[in-house]
């Protein structure tokens, strides 16, 4: 129970012993008068505890930002125009262990279709349990950007780490965004876990240096827990996963975003920096899978070699290569022009996992071994190269001796096309 929950229950049982105590003949002025006391008492520390929940939902907004673009979009929606609301992000995004009705994503859907009733919105979750911005950067162009999101709200606070590749990702994936011919509206959204993991700190930087929008419900939340003001499980399912109640408090910090902004000016028009805050080195990543028919100029499939189109795949990611063991072992082969890569692979805590070599114009340039202790059936973005200019790459995956009759599996291929200076 939260603490407005506690507060009235306390509020409940005071009355009813006041009930109590007049039922049992203890009545008159004096009596009276106490117990209105009491019941004004136990108001005032209601309010109390109501006035707490409300400093608690505004220090979840960390930044307004610039906030010409949203307002934009705002009065487009206020005008009864078709527009696309996005969800980008990991299992919180999805809504894991709560219904798909009841996960923040589709209560501040649902807030903003309420407070627009003449505007056909689109609803777009792109949340993908388990995954990292890094995957995040690869799959926005086909789970978010296709569909031609207005807003974007972007969560992966909680997945990601803290090292140089994640910053560079989640750097990339908001610059991309930015920078589409629609000028979407792009909101941060920072998490936490039980154990105090969040990556907010570089992506509030990120999120300054963009002059963006942050909603912060790891900040919210942290002083009250340390407090005991409130506790995990009043909020939360698990160590990372909000439950309904949860979910609630969630759109009740973003509603009160959305609140600020309304009393907020129009800032003027916004501009994208030219550099990302990390360098953004794989912005505009392009991703392929196996329904691929060559028609971006900077990746060719040569040959399949011993893979066919015929991986089993996992959620989000269905159209993939497979190992075939019945075949003759030829690589798969393809060229790309760019300075980084990726493979997309099916990974799994599991001995019946296989290994694939990668070779960069015949230089073996990385081994991948999908037997991965963090896996448990998840899609995985590995980080083949990174060069600081583009290159045109002829690579080769083979299949590692000893893995011939092995679950082996390329859900999808990336790579970005970026001069860098970082």
């Known amino acids: 129970m939260n603490i407005v929950g506690r507060m009235s229950a306390v509020l409940t049982a ?30 005032e520390t209601e309010e109390q505890a109501l006035d707490s929940h409300t400093a608690l939902v505004k220090s979840s907004l960390v ?15 206020e005008r009864g125009e ?42 777009v979750n792109a949340g993908l349990s388990g995954t990292p911005s890094i995957l995040g950067n690869l799959r926005v162009r086909r789970d978010v950007l296709d569909y031609n999101a207005d807003i974007v709200f972007i969560e992966y606070a909680v997945n ?36 105090g993991h969040t990556a907010q700190d570089y992506m509030k930087q990120i999120g300054e240096y963009y002059d963006l929008p942050m909603i912060s419900t790891a900040d919210a939340l942290t002083p009250a827990l340390e407090s005991g003001e409130i506790l ?39 501009s994208v920096p ?25 990746i060719a499939v040569e040959s399949l070699g011993g893979f066919d189109k015929s991986a089993n795949g996992v959620s989000g ?21 760019g300075n980084s890569l990726f493979l997309v692979c099916n990974r799994n805590n599991s001995s019946g996992m296989g290994k694939i070599e990668v070779y960069i114009d015949g230089t073996r340039a990385k081994v991948i071994d999908l ?29 590692a001796e000893g893995s011939e009759d092995k679950i082996t599996e390329i859900l999808a291929i990336g790579y970005s096309a970026n001069e860098t200076l970082m």
Request: charged content about 25%; overall charge negative; hydrophobic content about 30%.
């Open 274 to 298: 030219l550099v990302g805050k990390f360098g953004a080195p794989y912005e505009n990543a392009v991703m392929i899978e196996a329904d691929y028919d060559n028609s971006d100029s900077g």
């Open 317 to 337: 990611f269905n159209k993939g290569w497979a190992y075939n063991k019945d075949s003759d072992g030829e690589p798969l082969k393809f060229t790309v022009t």
């Open 82 to 123: 078709d527009v696309a609301v996005a969800y980008l992000g990991g299992s919180i995004t999805y809504g894991y262990t709560v219904n798909p009705d009841e996960c923040w994503a589709k209560l501040t859907y649902d807030y903003l279709c309420e407070k627009y009733p003449s505007s056909s919105i689109d609803y």
């Open 14 to 43: 005071a009355l009813m012993c006041s009930a109590l105590f007049t039922a049992c003949g203890e009545s008159g002025a004096a009596e009276t008068a106490e117990n209105e006391s009491a019941q004004a008492s136990m108001t």
């Open 371 to 399: 037997n991965d202790p963090d896996g448990w059936g998840d899609p995985n973005a590995y980080q083949v190269i990174k060069w600081q200019s583009v290159k045109t790459m002829n690579v080769e995956i083979k299949i």
């Open 232 to 270: 995990w499980e009043d909020y939360y399912n698990d160590s990372s996963h909000p439950s309904p109640e949860g979910h609630k408090l969630f759109t009740e910090f973003i509603v009160n975003y959305f609140d600020e902004l309304e009393e907020a000016e129009a800032d003027g028009e916004y």
């Open 63 to 77: 930044s307004l930002g610039n906030t010409c673009r949203i307002k934009e979009k705002l009065a487009a929606m």
């Open 160 to 195: 990601d780490g803290n090292d140089k590749l994640y910053q560079e990702s989640y750097d990339s994936l908001v610059k991309t965004v930015l920078e589409q011919e629609n000028s979407p509206a792009v909101i941060l959204l920072f998490n936490r876990t039980k154990e």
